[in-house]
């Protein structure tokens, strides 16, 4: 990684990817990335993921952080709760295709994922990918992000 260009990064779990996220911070980290862990800080049975996952989303949606990852058991939970932020575009990926197609053509800025879904290596092939990735601010893309933001916006 260029280290004149150290991407931050929010990452947030739930109790359900709260080992998954710890991981991915260590992972993160050693490769010289920015990251601000949103928590849980510590593994907290029964928390709830709309209270970990909507302070990373509403970073992403004021700039604080570039990207985020957020985590829960199956990634669904914490997509749909990502998604209630305007100028949030979370999705759940558990292939390497859409980690990275998501960014190029949809500028997905949260990489949901499920920690009973994929395991640790794959999780994080999927969040290298996902960084790596750039959007490629094409005509037709922009088009189409500049029809979600109407949409958002009528509510």
């Known amino acids: 990684m260029d280290m004149m260009n150290v991407m931050n990064v929010g990452i947030a779990a739930d109790h359900g990817g709260f080992a998954l996220k710890e991981r991915l911070v260590k992972s993160l980290r050693k490769e010289g990335y920015e990251v601000v862990d949103f928590g ?6 029964g928390d709830d993921y709309p209270d970990i996952v909507l302070p ?7 700039g604080h952080v570039a990207r985020g990852v957020a985590i829960c058991a199956s990634g669904v939970g914490v997509c749909i709760a990502a998604n209630k932020i305007r100028g949030v575009r979370a999705a759940l990926c558990a292939d390497h295709y ?26 994080w092939d999927l969040v290298q990918t996902f960084l790596a990735a750039r959007f490629t601010d094409a ?8 029809k979600l933001a109407e949409a958002e916006a009528q509510g």
């Open 139 to 146: 005509e037709r893309h922009r088009r189409r992000l500049g």
């Open 56 to 62: 990373l989303a509403r970073a992403i949606a004021g």
């Open 98 to 123: 859409s980690a990275h197609q998501g960014v190029e053509d949809d500028a997905m800025n949260v990489l949901c994922l499920g920690a009973r879904v994929v395991g640790p290596s794959v999780a």
């Open 40 to 45: 849980a800080p510590t593994f907290v049975p």
